[in-house]
Nanobody, 125 residues
Framework: QVLLVESGGGLAQVGGSLRLSCAAS????????MGWFRQSTGKEREFVAG????????RSADSVKGRFTISRDNAKNTVSLQMNILKRDDTAIYYC??????????????????WGPGTQVTVSS
């Protein structure tokens, strides 16, 4: 079992920045593939970014490329999402997710086994 807890959400202005963090426990963190997803009202949960177990390989959704950066610290069992140049469309609940197997491209919710409760990000002008 893996326990994930997100932090760092809140209110930001358009063009501003926020940094989300996710703390993991319950399993060797460096054995997990990690990802961030988001879900806004009335929409399906969508992939934001993913990172390999070593942290050397990352993948981001086209909508956040150049603005969001995923990183991990295996010594601290944390994964982060640095969000810059925020847009109103970035408003959503952001979820941290973990997978213990490499399934497909790890860009779909079904590719991940463990989920955090989510943290709200609201971007206003």
């Amino acid at each position: 079992q893996v326990l994930l807890v997100e932090s760092g959400g809140g209110l930001a202005q358009v063009g501003g920045s926020l940094r989300l963090s996710c703390a993991a426990s319950g399993r060797d963190f460096d054995s997990l593939y990690m990802g961030w997803f988001r879900q806004s009202t009335g929409k399906e949960r969508e992939f934001v970014a993913g990172i390999s177990r070593s942290g050397l390989n990352t993948r981001s959704a086209d909508s956040v490329k150049g603005r969001f950066t995923i990183s991990r610290d295996n010594a601290k069992n944390t994964v982060s999402l640095q969000m810059n140049i925020l847009k109103r469309d970035d408003t959503a609940i952001y979820y941290c997710a973990a997978a213990n197997r490499l399934i497909n491209k790890l860009t779909a919710p079904g590719d991940y086994r463990y989920w955090g409760p989510g943290t709200q990000v609201t971007v206003s002008s």
